[in-house]
Every structure is written in structure tokens, then in C-alpha cells.
């Protein structure tokens, strides 16, 4: 079983940084490949970017390739995702989220993810 328990979302002017982090209980988290997703006001949930449970390999969504990475400390069970550029359409909840390690180099798909966290809100004003 891992808990995963996000932070770092707010408010934030166009153009401006957040780093989120999600942290995790257990001891298997080293075991996991993580994800981040987000999910605005009356649309779906969509991939943003994951990371390899070594760290060593990661996939980023299109609309936010070179803005933002992704992370992880396996010492200390946390994933982090630094988001640079922000753009009023990246408002959404952003939800952490861990697969069973079986990297295949493409997007995470919600279906694969056995642990999801509460999300937390980042904001982005024009």
C-alpha cells in the first residue's frame, strides 16, 4: 500500500514558477513509476508528465515539454514536479499518481496507476 500526499499548488501570475512535491509512504516507492496528471473545471483528466522509478527516464506531454520537470527522491519517497512559464491554461488540480514499474516510454494512461493522491490546486492568473 502507498499514500501519496501532494503540496506546493496556489496562485500564481502568468509567467511565474511553483514546484509541487508529492510524498510518499512505504517502503516500495523506489519500486514505482510516477506520474503527474491534472484535471481542469469540466474536462477530463489528462497526462502531464512521468518518471521512471530510477529517475533515470521520463515522458512529458507536449504542452508542457520545456516548461516543466519532473524529478524524484527515492531517499526520500518524494517526486517533485518544478513547473517554469506557467500559462493561465495550466490551471487545474494536479494529482500524483504511481504505476508498478514497467516503463514503456510513452504517457501514463489513469488505468495503469494503482495509487492516486488528493491533487492539489495551482492557479494561474493572466
Known amino acids: 500500500q502507498v499514500q501519496l500526499v501532494e503540496s506546493g499548488g496556489g496562485l500564481v501570475q502568468a509567467g511565474g514558477s511553483l514546484r509541487l512535491s508529492c510524498a510518499a509512504s512505504?517502503?516500495?516507492?523506489?519500486?514505482?513509476?510516477m506520474g503527474w496528471f491534472r484535471q481542469a473545471p469540466g474536462k477530463e483528466r489528462e497526462f502531464v508528465v512521468a518518471?521512471?522509478?530510477?529517475?533515470?527516464?521520463?515522458y512529458y506531454a507536449d504542452s508542457v515539454k520545456g516548461r516543466f520537470t519532473i524529478s524524484r527522491d527515492n531517499a526520500k519517497n518524494t517526486v517533485y514536479l518544478q513547473m517554469n512559464s506557467l500559462k493561465t491554461e495550466d490551471t487545474a488540480v494536479y494529482y500524483c499518481?504511481?504505476?508498478?514499474?514497467?516503463?514503456?516510454?510513452?504517457?501514463?494512461?489513469?488505468?495503469?496507476?494503482?495509487?492516486w493522491g488528493q491533487g492539489t490546486q495551482v492557479t494561474v492568473s493572466s
Open positions: 518518471i521512471s522509478w530510477s529517475g533515470r527516464r521520463t
Open positions: 499518481a504511481a504505476r508498478g514499474s514497467r516503463w514503456f516510454g510513452t504517457e501514463m494512461i489513469p488505468d495503469e496507476c494503482d495509487y
Open positions: 512505504g517502503r516500495t516507492f523506489s519500486t514505482y513509476d
